[in-house]
């Protein structure tokens, strides 16, 4: 019974910094990539980060240098480091599993992130 919960989002002013928490519980077998995504209101689902099995890590150009993926296997954790927040990143963070088996993805319900002046 595998479920994935976010934490560490929040109202904050432009320029703070925020580490978001993807708890994961039970175990996901053959895990192939881990991401997180965001939406704000009225746009899209962006994907902000991943990591592929291999470690590697992608980010889109807009949190690029500001944003780090990360993972503990230890503690079934992913993070989101995110630095010098704008007010473009205003929006719900989610988190994702991928895995090679079924049911292949699994998400979060999200976390809130407010960046306002």
Not at 82 to 98: F, G, H, I, Q, W
């Amino acid at each position: 019974q595998v479920q994935l919960a976010e934490s560490g989002g929040g109202l904050l002013q432009p320029g703070g910094s925020l580490r978001l928490t993807c708890a994961v519980s039970g175990t996901i077998f053959s895990i192939t990539a881990t991401d997180w995504y965001r939406q704000a209101p009225g746009k899209e689902r962006e994907l902000v980060a991943s990591m592929l099995s291999g470690g590697f890590t992608d980010y889109a150009n807009s949190v690029k240098g500001r944003f780090t993926i990360s993972r503990d296997n230890a503690k079934n954790t992913v993070y989101l480091e995110m630095n010098n927040l704008k007010p473009e990143d205003t929006a719900v963070y989610s988190c994702r599993v991928r895995s090679a088996l079924r049911p292949y993805t699994y998400w979060g319900q999200g976390t809130q992130v407010t960046v306002s002046s």
